[in-house]
């Protein structure tokens, strides 16, 4: 390369070792809407404040136009030499407008440049996931109202505990993502702060007007720390947190389908669109889709990690570490964005097993915690009814048959308290009895869902 062309070439005599170019070149290539976006609104802001000519400044902002027309059209030559976007973008406007091009960074370093640039993209992202979030929690919404009182198992370790209803249950994952759609906002909106004007580390010598770039660029206010705002990048953690919260809660979802797609399960079976048959076995048909999605965690997880680490040694301000939080940002976000669409995409597609799952969520004594709650209706103290149906439960289990089939008799020799109708005890008014806020009674499934659809839709 020529050395001219560096921005820093001033100083340095040799050219770069190759190894070296491309060790320390940046993944930043796809992100030159936000960079040219943040100069247009600098090259502005400058001949505003008549820190460099108005007509240059015009001049500069219609470059960056072309430039940005080149960009998009696939018309730039990625050269490694010149490191990153910003310097490709100088580079570029300096052949569309020639020596003017050399103004654009005044009052700016790459330092606040950089800080800007990812402070764009990951509100951008967070605008992404958010709405990816929202997207799946509109199919979960639709979903759990039309299975409102569906029955099917609840489980606690795995064992069948107390039947819930399959609305109630996908409402759980609807409740985990709409908490992960506010974390997402919640990241956008600390993020939101610009920090152009912070220049490499100590501030500006000129006399900038930085709430004009933050209005021109949507930032709702300006930095107060140059040194903070260049060196931190807490944010972006935000951002791989949120991700990686919302990662989980999709991996556990992930899991449940390919639980309930086996036939150990049966529960549900895959739509043809969302499945993969095996190259060997042709009975089989695989729930790729969420394995997947269980399978990427743990690259968002080590994206968050990696960040963490990447910052806990670093001194203020700048160090070049920082170049590494693009490449995790954007892993990141490559995973979770389209695993929320995906998931959107299948839920309303998945074929449940209604009949089977109602069987499931009667069987292995899931109803005997009602029968202990019938003998605290009468009066018997909760923990003495515990005891009175767990003797039942042991004697129906000797004879091999569920509760309401043991005969009436063994229930008045267990207490008097019960009477003929402990044997009406079913799923439904299992469900049913369960009607505190927060519960699986259909009619509080209902609610729950419209509330739920109501302020993911806002
Ligand atoms: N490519 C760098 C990054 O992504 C831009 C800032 C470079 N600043 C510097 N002083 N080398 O972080």
Redesign the pocket.
Known sequence: MSEEQRT?GGRFEGSMDDLTRDY?A?V?RDLYEHDIAGSVAHARMLGATGIIPEGEAAAIVAGLGAVLERFRAGEVEWRPDL?????HVEVFLRDEIGAAAGRLHTAR???D??SL??RMLVRQQCDLAAAGAEALIAALSDLALTHAADPMPGYTHLQRAQPVTLGHHLLAYGEMLLRDRDRFRDCRARANVIPLGSG?LAGSPYPLDREMVARELGFDSVSRNSLDAVADRDYAIEFLAACAITQVHLSRLAEEIVLWSSAEFAFVRLPDAFATGSSMMPQKKNADVAELARGRSGRVLGELVNLLANLKGQPLA?N?D?????AAILNAAAVVVPTLHIFAAMAPALEFDLERMREAASGGFSLATDVADYLVRKGMPFRDAHAVTGGLVREAEERGCELHELPFDRYAEASDLFEPDVLEIDVDSALAARDAIGGTAPARVREAAEALRTEAGS
């Open positions: 820093w320390t940046g930043d490191e990153d976007i910003h310097t370093s790459r330092n440049q950089v640039l990812n490499a700048y070049r920082l170049q590494e939080d693009k």
